[in-house]
Each structure stands twice: as structure tokens, then as C-alpha cells.
């Protein structure tokens, strides 16, 4: 059984925009290959094992495409591709594009509970994982959960010949395929390509389904809008390709525009100004944290990192960027700093190319000029749905070419998020001034976004609730100058004994929560506050942790 992707926007509009241009109307893989026939031997992707031109990418895809279809992936077939950053995850894309299956990519991290739950919602039929990363055996631990997948017909394990966990495929042999009689299909460019996956505000990730068109016409016009010539862009990619940021890396560098994916393994700031002045990228895309780090390094005394190369811009989305971060950044790396306002969901607003750094003002943080060539953005009443005149705060909704087709196996989501005219409502507080010039005043839904991740409190509560040693939990963000927020478990103890922060992390590990969901700060209550209606008083717990003592966080991997 195939999981129904249905398009929530007006067919007219879809055939509108690419009747004028703005989506180029073509499947995403033969966007690629017509990039490879142009300029055979460009570079295509930089990783930790080197260079790799766009003619031998176009290879393996095509091996790996002959492969897949031959375990029995067929057009519309989901595909979940759990991989780190590197060339397996633009040649996973490719191929699952080449073949008219719809890739489910997931960053490599997330834990067995919350990889098993999108897998068996998007009613995948097979997943590609690393054996091993970082500590990490996701091919096993996917492997161990097939029996509870009912659609799920094969795991294949991305690692060393002779390393596959028993009942997997190793991607390697798959590699090996003789694609000389492989016939790509043709996709229809408004149907399904990709699902993002967004923690959002919901206890469980949401899952958006985006057509080839949205992705290299609305994301790539995104992307065209930072770029002052015709020039193929060398994008340094800090965030992973399996996220909803990553998402403009195959889709977007490579087939719309035939440029180059420079990709590091994981992020650590040390590799990512290593790859910065030995690649020399146009654009660096990233979360505000991941900048902080990399300028706490050029900062220290004898750091030796010199003078580096002045990228093209430094796009910075995921979480708010706060004017000491853009002017420090802005400064150190010698190029404009883009305050980049976008989700999964649909929405897209950035600063541009222009040289004064992002700021706030009495009137929230400014987000850019939206442009209705990636997605339209008006202030709606939160209520009544009607749109405000300028100047007004409400609700901020989107609608444009980048808009997805509908959130997966979710009716609920699509009834709440989705109007009937295809509007996405964002759930974020703003207003468009005179200028036209969108501001971002807050958010009406309760998440932590933790160094530009979303953590929903919910679904941590849910996990934590279940503690031996809890009898009440409620979590909350808190300031951090570092990650932005960071979580705290707000906890009531059941019995004399109350949790420690090392029990709760060692809990949720267990559950499968992945450790960036971990909480790392501890209040212990004898009662939670309540409000007049009875629920617990955030705002109070909130209060509390800012007047107490600073106790150091958990140790976290950035």
C-alpha cells in the first residue's frame, strides 16, 4: 500500500507558475541530468572522500536506481534515507527521483522510536541507513523494528563491504548494478518527490510532502534571489541534507542549478572553517549556533585560522538571529549575513544580499521582503482567517510556489495548518509594515528551538512521564546565549528520591528519544504552579528557572 500525497493548492495555480516560468516543470532527476550533459566533468559534490563530478555521480545514481528497482521500488513508493552528510545521501535522492519513488530523508541521530514512527506513518517500503555513525547502528536498530512495519520490505545498510547487520542489503552491492538498461521515468512535476520532517509544535515530527516543482522552482528561486550572477554556486552546507534546511542541497545546488554540495560528515566548527578556506564556497548555509561556535574559534588567542575567504553570503535560518551574532559574523567572515525566516511547513522570507546586518526593531525582527516567486506572504486574523491591513499583528500565511502539497497521513494537520485556498498557517506572530517589509513579533505554538532545532515539549513530557521517579513534568525553554533555548524539565518527585538530569537523559535514551531532545536543566517542585483554569502556569516556571541559580547544562553535542 502507497501512503496518499494529495495537493492541497489550487491545480491552476500549480500549472500557472509553470506555464510563466517560475517552476521549470521538469522531475528533479531530469533537471540533474540535464546539468551533467552541460558541463560533464563540473564538480558536483565535495565530501570527506574527495571530488565527484557530475558524470560519475550521474553513474552511481543510475547503478543505485537499477539496484533499487530490482528489490521492487516503484513510482510513489516512499523510501526513508537515514545517511550522513556526504555523496550516499545525493545519490539516495537522485535515484529514488530517477525511479519516481518519493525520498523520506531523516538526519542520521534521531532515535529508533522517532525513525520507526515516520516510517510506518509515511508507509515506507524501505529505508537506507549507515551501519554505523558516530556511535550510532542505525541499519540495526531500523533492522530490529521491520517486524512492527508491516509496509517495510527491505533495510539497506550504507557501510563497509562485509559489515551489513544480518537481514539488510548493503548499498555497495546495489552500487554494483549495470545501469546500461535503465529508463528513468518521468514524474509528474507536481507530484511527490520529498518528505520534509519538522518537529514543529506537535508531539510527533510532521511530515510535509513537497513536489519536484516546489522544491528546485520555489526553493530554488529562494536560492536564485542570492545569487548576483549566473554563476553555478558552491554551497557549504553545515546542516544536514536529511533536514528541512538540508533540503535545498540535491534539489535545489544541483538540479536546478548545476552547482556544487560541499558537505562535511558532521558539524563541528573546526571542520567547518577547515572547508571554508580550502573549498572556497559562495554560500554557507547554517543555524545561528553553528555560526556562534565557529566564531568562538576564530577568537581565540593563536588560533591560527588567518585570514579566510569572503563567501557570497552566510545564510543563517533555524531560529532567530540576534543583531551581535550578524554583526560579529558579518565582520569575521567579510560578506553580507541573510536572516533567513523559513520552515517545512512552507514559508520563506529572507533579508538579502544587502550589506547592514539583520536587526530588530520596536516592531519584532526583521525578516525581508517576501517574494511571491518562493511564497506570498500575508497577516491573517489568527481566528477569522482574514487577511489585516498593513501594520497589523496576526498570524503569518504563505502561499507560493515552494508551497507543499500536504502534510502525510496528518487530515488533522492539514484541517489545522491548511486553509481551503491552500494558505499554510504558520502559527507565527508578524506584520508587514508600509514598506512591505514582514516582521516576526512571536509564535503562537509552544516550542524550544534549540540551536535552530525544534523540540516540542510535548512529546519529551510524554516520555518523561513514564520516569519512575517522576510523579509530574511539565518542559519549557529557557534562554541561552549560546543555543538560543535550551530545555528544562520542570519535574514533581514520586517518592524521597528525586530525578537527577543524568537519569532523566539515560530514561529518555532508553525510549529512543535522541539526546538533542534531552532536557538540560532540573527544576524540582513540590507542587506545579497552576493557572486559574487549572493547566500549569509555563509563564510561572519560566519565571522560576530565570531567578535560579545557573547550574551548568548538561553536556550536549553541539
Known amino acids: 500500500m502507497t501512503v496518499a500525497l494529495h495537493d492541497l493548492l489550487p491545480a491552476g495555480l500549480r500549472r500557472a507558475w509553470a506555464a510563466d516560468g517560475t517552476c521549470p516543470d521538469l522531475d528533479l532527476y531530469s533537471l ?14 565535495i565530501d570527506a572522500k ?11 545514481v543510475r547503478c543505485l536506481a537499477t539496484g533499487l528497482a530490482g528489490l521492487g521500488i516503484r513510482p510513489g513508493d516512499v523510501v526513508g534515507v537515514q545517511l550522513p552528510g556526504g555523496r550516499n545521501a545525493v545519490i539516495a535522492e537522485l535515484a529514488l527521483a530517477a525511479l519516481g519513488a518519493v525520498a523520506l530523508p531523516f538526519p542520521v541521530g534521531r532515535g529508533s522510536l522517532e525513525a520507526g514512527n515516520l516510517l510506518s506513518r ?7 541507513a549507515a551501519v554505523e555513525h558516530r556511535g550510532h547502528h542505525h541499519a540495526a536498530e531500523l533492522r530490529a523494528l521491520a517486524d512492527s512495519l508491516p509496509a517495510l520490505r527491505h533495510v539497506i545498510a550504507a557501510g563497509r563491504s562485509g559489515t551489513a547487520p544480518e537481514g539488510t542489503i548493503l548499498l555497495s552491492e546495489l552500487l554494483r548494478s549495470d545501469p546500461t538498461a535503465f529508463v528513468p521515468a518521468r514524474p509528474d512535476p507536481d507530484g511527490a518527490a520529498r518528505i520534509l520532517v519538522s518537529s514543529g509544535s506537535e508531539a510527533e ?44 542541497g540535491t534539489a535545489v545546488t544541483l538540479a536546478r542549478h548545476g552547482g556544487t554540495l560541499i558537505l562535511l560528515d558532521h558539524f563541528t566548527p573546526e571542520a567547518a572553517l577547515a572547508a571554508l578556506r580550502e573549498h572556497r564556497p559562495t554560500h554557507v548555509l547554517g543555524v545561528p549556533t553553528m555560526v556562534r561556535m565557529m566564531l568562538d574559534r576564530l577568537g581565540h588567542p593563536g588560533s591560527g585560522w588567518g585570514e579566510l575567504p569572503s563567501p557570497t553570503a552566510l545564510v543563517l535560518g533555524g531560529s532567530a538571529l540576534d543583531e551581535t551574532t550578524a554583526e ?14 523559513g520552515s517545512a511547513d512552507g514559508v520563506n522570507c529572507h533579508t538579502g544580499l544587502r550589506r547592514e546586518v539583520p536587526d530588530a526593531d520596536g516592531t519584532g525582527i526583521v525578516a525581508g521582503r517576501p517574494d511571491p516567486r518562493v511564497a506570498d506572504i500575508h497577516i491573517a486574523d489568527p481566528d477569522t482567517h482574514e487577511q489585516l491591513p498593513d501594520g497589523e499583528i496576526g498570524e503569518i500565511i504563505a502561499r507560493g510556489p515552494m508551497t507543499p502539497m500536504c502534510y502525510v497521513a496528518s487530515p488533522d494537520l492539514d484541517a489545522r495548518y491548511r486553509t481551503p485556498g491552500g494558505w499554510v498557517r504558520t502559527g507565527d506572530l508578524g506584520l508587514i509594515d508600509g514598506d ?13 528551538i534549540r540551536g535552530g532545532a525544534n523540540i516540542s515539549p510535548a512529546e519529551v513530557e510524554r516520555e518523561l512521564a513514564a520516569h519512575p521517579r517522576i510523579r509530574d513534568v511539565v518542559c519549557v525553554g529557557v534562554p541561552d546565549p549560546l543555543m538560543g533555548e535550551r530545555l528544562a524539565a520542570c519535574v ?24 538533542r531532545k534531552h532536557p538540560e536543566r532540573l527544576l524540582v517542585l513540590a507542587e506545579l504552579p497552576l493557572t486559574p483554569a487549572g493547566k500549569p502556569d509555563r509563564t510561572a516556571l519560566r519565571e522560576r528557572l530565570a531567578g535560579a541559580p545557573p547550574a551548568p547544562p548538561l553536556a550536549h553535542a553541539g
Open 32 to 45: 540533474f541530468r540535464a546539468r551533467q550533459i552541460a558541463d560533464l566533468h563540473a564538480t558536483a559534490v
Open 50 to 60: 574527495g571530488a565527484l563530478c557530475y558524470t560519475a555521480l550521474d553513474r552511481k
Open 122 to 128: 509515511a508507509e515506507a517500503v524501505a529505508v537506507i
Open 205 to 248: 515530527p510532521k511530515m510535509v510532502a513537497y513536489s519536484h516543482n516546489a522544491l528546485a522552482g520555489g526553493r530554488g528561486n529562494f536560492l536564485a534571489s542570492l545569487m548576483p550572477d549566473a554563476t553555478p554556486p558552491r554551497c557549504l552546507f553545515l546542516v544536514p541534507l536529511g533536514s528541512a534546511f538540508g533540503s535545498s
Open 328 to 341: 560579529d559574523a558579518a565582520r569575521a567572515f567579510g560578506c553580507p549575513v541573510v536572516n533567513l525566516y
Open 436 to 448: 512591505g517589509v514582514l516582521h516576526l513579533v512571536g509564535r503562537l505554538k509552544d516550542i524550544v
Open 492 to 515: 514533581v518527585a514520586r517518592g524521597p528520591e528525586a530525578p537527577t538530569l543524568a537519569s532523566l537523559a539515560a530514561h529518555l535514551t532508553r525510549r529512543g528519544l535522541e539526546q
